[in-house]
């Protein structure tokens, strides 16, 4: 029996060597028979988070028998992507797949470490049966203007005379006054009573009433269903940004996680699905400070509507490096000097004990010793540098947090595509 008196000695006990691919496999064995698993990362713009969630990714594929993924992006960018990698759009190739992503922050997903994998997954692809190839999927729900544009287009070809083509017309002729700036409905619906509400959910109704006229072996009727989906909860977080940040931080993770089981529901009962996330969406929001402000997330929900031992999730973090963000919202990323990690956070203590990469797998033997409340860095989309030691640390147990965690001491910048 051994005694653990400190958070150094319970990293020194369990962490375990990250430096080579070998070093993955104590993690699938922990990852086991789960059918959601969670890969995080501690910001947008670390290259290292990349790629390991993508050597990562190809082998819960090839070993572990994964067909889809879904990201923290929009559902009409990623469909190009996925219809590129499936076959099911010839104009597309390695190199305009990538320059549909044009929201801000592009640096996202048009990145150099993407483009890998991307590519990595439609050779993949090429050697597999239509119901066996790999999906990418956009889980978020920014995407309100454009995924009402992707219904208008698809039902004009299919069904421009239905009735699902004119809750279309209605839907977006509500929106149309606002000159798809979402920032302006959001200030508007203050003063509206039920907003554009009641045209989006007719609309997603009924098209869940007619889905089966729109199969087809493209996945028309998923996309279809999904931007109706979309436009719904893209209306109800703008109204509900003006309100409240938690009520539309809430809205969008709720959103993202109907989005997940609607793609999972797709594709079959036994689907298996590998979520990239921020640590933000993925890490269990009721072992972080989320819980008393009001918040959940994607990785607290998954966890309660399926078995424990079907939902694995991965967080990551980092001690110093470099960084693709911005200063502000909205403006020209850069490159930025990550400092070293704030006194006594957990990235600090990994970083003390030996400057390493390291991996973390928590189970009921050694989860207790990493569950004290301590900070746990987050960069987000916009930073700085100079004041994240106030604001870019979250109060975390990470050992209920996740079920697993990577540390990589020294990180680089992502490689964004012009």
Sequence with gaps: MFTITSHTEAIKKFALPFNTSGDFTPLLTAIGESRVVLLGEASHGTSEFYKVRAELTKRLIEEKGFTLISVEGDWPSTQR???FIKGYD?????????NVFERWPTWMWANEEISELIMWLEKHNKQLKDNRKIGFYGIDVYSLWESLDEVINYLRKTNPEGTDMAFAKKAISCFEPFNRHPETYAFSSIHISDACVEEVTKLVSSIRTN??????????????????????NAEEYYRAMIRSDELSWNVRDEHMVEAINEIMDYHGKDSKIII???NTHIGDASATDMKKEGLTNVGEILRMQNKRENVFSVGFGTHSGE???ADEWGTTPKRMIVPPARKDSWEDMLHGVEASDKLLIFDEVNRTFFNDWVGHRAIGVVYNPDFEAYGNYVPSRIGSRYDAFIYINKTNAI???D
């Design 415 to 417: 490689s964004p595509i």
């Design 276 to 278: 990239w996330a921020h």
């Design 90 to 98: 010839t104009d597309l190739n390695k190199q305009n797949v990538l």
């Design 323 to 325: 960084v693709i963000a």
């Design 81 to 83: 992507v996925n219809r």
């Design 211 to 232: 889905e089966k006229q729109y199969e087809d072996k493209e996945e028309a009727h998923l996309n279809l269903k999904i931007n109706a989906l979309v436009a719904q």
